[in-house]
């Protein structure tokens, strides 16, 4: 008897909804080229896209993907709560409650099903969910909270379902990775294993799992360890060195803050009542950024670490038991086993219930190293092929040992003056790079690309040199969502944030914890870039082996006569790329560079223009912005 997919049951139970006036409002870029938006029955418009899938769809298994699949990634990064939420109703903002049709403004995986079909033609074949998992109430930041505040790791957010479907958040999930499949697209879920929320749902049964504080200390005196100038230089010194024997610890004063772990703890209307061996009554401590030591980010409120050792001796938080792990603590019988088994069970449960194709790590690079090799063994002892990505910021070899394909990178970090591009991409050269980065100027964690040029031209000419830049390093090229619209607002205030930046933009004003939208109507009163994504990421494709060599030497900075022109040359697979951008965002710059052949004509492959070499010169006009890439003759 034939069964029918989750797709189908969907599609099914959209059908068996009467068509409801046409009051809907859809942006038009999810379905056209155009901007705008139009007028739809829900029930009717989902149908439709959904047919398109069926219709067009040729895979219905990962199995079917070619082997070493992760080669060739281009992702598009959704946060689905935010990536497609959209004022369907058109009253100038986006209700958290749905609409009297039982369809939600907030973005839902309904939504992210409908957008499969514009994330395949944008050039993307692997989608990238932030976490899905339901989320903590205690000290929640905005009126949504954070999707980093786990409460529950096998339970999916109830908003991500559409009321009117009466489907679950965990069959909607089904169906979004089918279709995807269906598309040939991939998909990457972000894990979150180093911290939970503050009423996590394991702190009944699991106290062990968690720190705790003395409930007499004053919430506004409790935060990251302080640490004197000559012991942040010892730190500093002895991490550098990769000596972690005897790390120095916080002062005797932080760390008799915190409390032995509770016998007994008792969820209640107005939180955690907990009561440790001495009868004192303990409450959760929530979390900061914990590296660099003098990290002076706001606390975050809602999360708190997981307590991955469990000596007395280092029973407080701090980052010789949440990072640079002291290396007493790589006795096995340190090892607070219960949780980690219970970690690095979740992907398994992932593939087995969902047939999900790879993983992102959050704080992977604070995880215990033994660990983190547990969870990478297990999934890919079902399927060896599970896509492993680390959020951490150098391409090393020892990083690609563990079992991951890419990290994150830091190339978002240098972005803001081409001087750090250049530096970042001459240590690279000299180093090799032995994992693909992310190819990306921005995350949801910092500062949009057009961040400091809202609404303005000269933003939209950022991302497009970023992301032209990007696509021809060893990268993965990596859209966020909304970047194809030069979205410039934050989704969070991670890095790279000024305090002036703090200020104007509070956490109830942050996409990631409370109702917001990416202008998808009118694309922040500009040209949309996704025929200028599909044609950098087309021509990435036919030259996939050059543009993906990280050897020694593959990354040349060729002199070009302008400061604020840039050149890169990538070579390898005999053969040579050259690209060349206009830094200056807001002014057409003038130069050129030299080459070994007198003369010649070089067709730049992006505008299919001829360029002139004149006595061993080819000199251009950019606009701002502008990237040229150029296959090159081989002698040169």
């Avoid at 799992?209 to 004053?218: I, S």
Wanted: aromatic share 12%; charged share 20%.
């Amino acid at each position: 008897m034939e069964t029918t997919s989750t797709i189908e049951l969907l599609l099914n139970q959209l059908k068996a909804l009467q068509s409801s006036s046409a009051s809907y409002l859809v942006p038009n870029i999810w379905n056209s080229e155009e901007t705008g938006a139009s007028l739809q029955s829900p029930a009717p418009w989902f149908i439709g896209r959904i047919e398109e899938i069926l219709q067009t769809g040729a895979s219905t298994s990962a199995s079917t993907f070619p082997e070493n699949w992760h080669k060739d990634t281009v992702v598009y990064n959704l946060f689905v709560r935010f990536g497609t939420a959209f004022d369907h109703n058109g009253d100038g903002s986006i209700s958290e409650k749905p609409l009297p049709e039982g369809f939600r403004e907030t973005g839902t995986l309904l939504k992210a099903i409908a957008l499969l079909p514009y994330i395949k033609k944008l050039g993307a074949n692997t989608v990238y969910l932030l976490p899905l998992t339901e989320i903590g109430t205690a000290n929640r930041k905005g009126s949504l909270g954070s999707p980093y505040a786990i409460k529950d790791p096998m339970k999916l957010d109830p908003m991500l379902a559409e009321p009117a479907l009466d489907l679950s958040p965990e069959i909607l999930l089904k169906a979004f990775v089918e279709a995807a499949h269906l598309l040939g697209m991939r998909v990457v879920l972000e894990f979150v294993f180093r911290t939970a929320a503050t009423d996590s749902n394991w702190i009944e049964k699991h106290p062990d799992w968690f720190y705790w504080l003395k409930n007499d200390v004053p919430a506004a005196s409790y935060g990251p360890p302080q640490f004197d100038q000559d012991t942040l230089n010892r730190i500093f010194s002895q991490v550098d060195r990769h000596e972690l024997a005897y790390l120095p610890a916080p002062t005797e004063a932080f760390k008799e803050q915190f409390a032995p772990h509770p016998i007994t703890v008792t969820k209640t209307n107005e939180g955690i009542q907990a009561t440790d061996a001495n009868g004192e009554a303990c409450r959760i401590a929530s979390a900061f950024s914990d590296w660099p030591p003098d990290d002076r980010q706001p606390a975050w409120t809602d999360v708190t670490y997981l307590k991955m050792h469990r000596p007395e001796e280092f029973n407080y938080i701090a980052y010789n038991t949440i990072r640079m792990y002291d290396e007493a603590l790589n006795d096995p019988e340190s090892f607070n086993t219960g949780l980690w088994n219970e970690i690095s069970s979740i992907i398994p449960r992932f593939q087995e219930e969902y047939g999900i194709d790879g993983a992102m790590m959050d704080m992977g690079h604070a995880l215990p190293p033994l660990l983190k090799k547990t969870i990478v063994e297990k999934a890919r002892a079902t399927r060896p092929d599970f896509l492993f990505w680390d959020e951490n910021f150098n391409p090393t070899s020892e990083i690609r040992d563990e079992g991951f394909n890419a990290v994150f990178g830091s190339l978002p970090f240098v972005i803001n003056d081409i001087i750090y591009i250049r530096g970042l991409l001459n240590f690279l050269n000299k180093t090799g790079v032995a994992l693909p980065f992310f190819g990306t100027g921005e995350n949801h964690n910092t500062p949009r690309v057009p961040f400091r040029f809202p609404k303005e031209a000269a933003g939209r000419n950022y991302s497009a040199f970023i992301f032209t830049l990007a696509a021809i390093l060893p990268t993965l090229p990596f859209i966020q969502s909304g970047m194809e619209v030069s979205e410039w607002h934050p989704v969070n205030l991670g890095l790279n944030f000024t305090d002036e930046d703090r200020t104007n933009f509070p956490p109830e004003t942050l996409p990631l914890f409370s109702p917001a939208a990416i202008d998808w109507k009118e694309t922040n009163t500009l040209p949309p870039l996704t025929s200028y994504i599909q044609k950098i990421i087309a021509i990435r494709s036919q030259y996939l082996d050059t543009i993906l060599s990280g050897d020694a030497g593959s990354i040349g900075i060729p002199y070009v006569s302008h400061e604020q022109l840039f050149a890169i040359k990538r070579t390898a697979e005999g053969r040579s790329l050259l690209f060349i951008g206009n830094s200056n965002m807001h002014e057409p710059i003038t130069g050129g560079l030299e080459f070994g052949m007198k003369t010649g004509v070089l067709e730049d492959l992006i505008s299919r223009k001829p360029h002139s070499i004149v006595n061993h010169r080819l000199e251009a006009t950019f606009q701002p912005g502008e990237c040229m890439l150029f296959l090159l003759p081989t002698e040169n």
